[in-house]
């Protein structure tokens, strides 16, 4: 019985020695964007992504938590744009603030504070298109060991990429009336 023990405790232990080192060659850096063609020029896109007051109306996140805090602060739009949440479910909480605002690029920096600590950069890019704009919401960030981990098992291009298709399908919607 005591053989049969150690047996299988050394095979879990191979197991998740192995599963750590083929975790450890994943990129030590993420990438998820998704993107859509709105019939609407920059002018009225733009306005809804640089003011965190209009994220309400068509970001995905805002949902998760209808309990979540808010806080929206520094500039009123644009750099300098700040925004808090603090949520006690799936939206966890963190801290956006707007580095670079332009009528072809958004660049805001997104810290979440929990479920777990994480330093990221959000860019929306809004070229011209043959009907309108194309824009396009990308993440980037590390990826520290436990991510990679969780990578074996579940794609963050998966999670996060069906959350952006939907944030701009939203977008799309306000933004065409």
Same mark, same amino acid.
């Given at each position: 019985?005591?053989? %049969?023990?150690?047996?299988?405790?050394?095979?879990?232990?191979?197991?998740?020695?192995?599963?750590?080192?083929?975790?450890? %060659?994943?990129?030590?850096?993420? +990438?998820?964007?998704?993107?859509?063609?709105?019939?609407?020029? $920059?002018?009225?896109?733009?306005?809804?992504?640089?003011?965190?007051? #209009? !994220? #309400?109306?068509?970001?995905?996140?805002?949902?998760?938590?209808?309990?979540?805090?808010?806080?929206?602060?520094?500039?009123?739009?644009? #750099?300098?744009?700040?925004?808090? !949440?603090?949520?006690?479910?799936?939206?966890?909480?963190?801290?956006?603030?707007?580095?670079?605002?332009?009528?072809?690029?958004?660049?805001? @920096?997104?810290?979440?504070?929990?479920?777990?600590?994480? +330093?990221?950069?959000?860019?929306?890019?809004?070229? $011209?298109?043959?009907?309108?704009? %194309?824009?396009? !919401?990308? /993440?980037?960030? $590390?990826? $520290?060991?436990?991510? @990679?981990?969780?990578?074996?098992?579940?794609? /963050?291009?998966?999670?996060?990429? @069906?959350?952006?298709?939907?944030?701009?399908?939203?977008?799309?919607?306000?933004?065409? @009336?």
């Amino acid at each position: 019985m005591l053989k %049969t023990i150690l047996i299988i405790l050394a095979v879990i232990v191979v197991a998740a020695i192995a599963l750590v080192v083929f975790a450890s %060659t994943k990129p030590d850096t993420f +990438h998820v964007e998704r993107s859509a063609t709105i019939a609407a020029p $920059p002018e009225k896109i733009v306005p809804l992504i640089n003011d965190f007051h #209009q !994220w #309400q109306a068509w970001s995905p996140y805002e949902k998760l938590d209808p309990g979540m805090s808010r806080s929206i602060g520094g500039s009123p739009s644009g #750099q300098g744009a700040t925004y808090a !949440w603090d949520g006690s479910g799936k939206a966890g909480a963190g801290r956006m603030e707007i580095l670079e605002s332009s009528a072809e690029k958004i660049v805001i @920096k997104l810290d979440f504070s929990k479920p777990f600590e994480a +330093h990221n950069i959000a860019t929306f890019t809004l070229s $011209p298109a043959a009907s309108g704009t %194309t824009v396009t !919401w990308a /993440m980037d960030g $590390p990826a $520290p060991l436990i991510a @990679k981990v969780m990578g074996v098992f579940f794609s /963050m291009d998966e999670m996060i990429g @069906k959350d952006f298709a939907e944030g701009l399908d939203n977008l799309k919607g306000i933004a065409e @009336k």
